[in-house]
C-alpha cells in the first residue's frame, strides 16, 4: 500500500518561511520522480516544483523555493522562503513514475499577518 504523508504546513506571516517534508512507503522510492503541486481556493491544482533526474519549478517560486530529497529516508523536502500571501494553498506531494502517480492527502499553508 502506497503512503505520502505529508506534514510542515502551518501559518506564517509574509516573508516568513516553512519547510514542508513528504514521508513516502510502498514504492521504490529512489525510482520515482518526486513533487509538490499546491491547490489555492476555486483555483487548478498547479505543479510547484518537482525533482527526479533534475529539479524544476514554477515560475512564481523561483528563487524563493527549493525541493530536494533524501532517498534514504524515502522523503521529499519543500523548502519555502520569502512566502507572500499568493503562496497560500493546499500543498500535495506527489510520487510519479510512468503512468502511475501517488498523492498525498495535503497540508494546509496560510500566509497571512
Known amino acids: 500500500q502506497v503512503q505520502l504523508v505529508e506534514s510542515g504546513g502551518g501559518l506564517v506571516q509574509p516573508g516568513g518561511s516553512l519547510r514542508l517534508s513528504c514521508a513516502a512507503s510502498?514504492?521504490?522510492?529512489?525510482?520515482?520522480?518526486m513533487g509538490w503541486y499546491r491547490q489555492a481556493p476555486g483555483k487548478q491544482r498547479e505543479v510547484v516544483a518537482t525533482?527526479?533526474?533534475?529539479?524544476n519549478y514554477a515560475d512564481s517560486v523561483k528563487g524563493r523555493f527549493t525541493i530536494s530529497r533524501d532517498n534514504a529516508k524515502n522523503t521529499v523536502y519543500l523548502q519555502m522562503n520569502s512566502l507572500k500571501p499568493e503562496d497560500t494553498a493546499v500543498y500535495y506531494c506527489?510520487?510519479?513514475?510512468?503512468?502511475?502517480?501517488?498523492w498525498g492527502q495535503g497540508t494546509q499553508v496560510t500566509v497571512s499577518s
Open positions: 506527489d510520487a510519479h513514475r510512468d503512468i502511475f502517480h501517488y
Open positions: 510502498g514504492i521504490t522510492f529512489a525510482i520515482y520522480e
Open positions: 525533482i527526479g533526474g533534475n529539479t
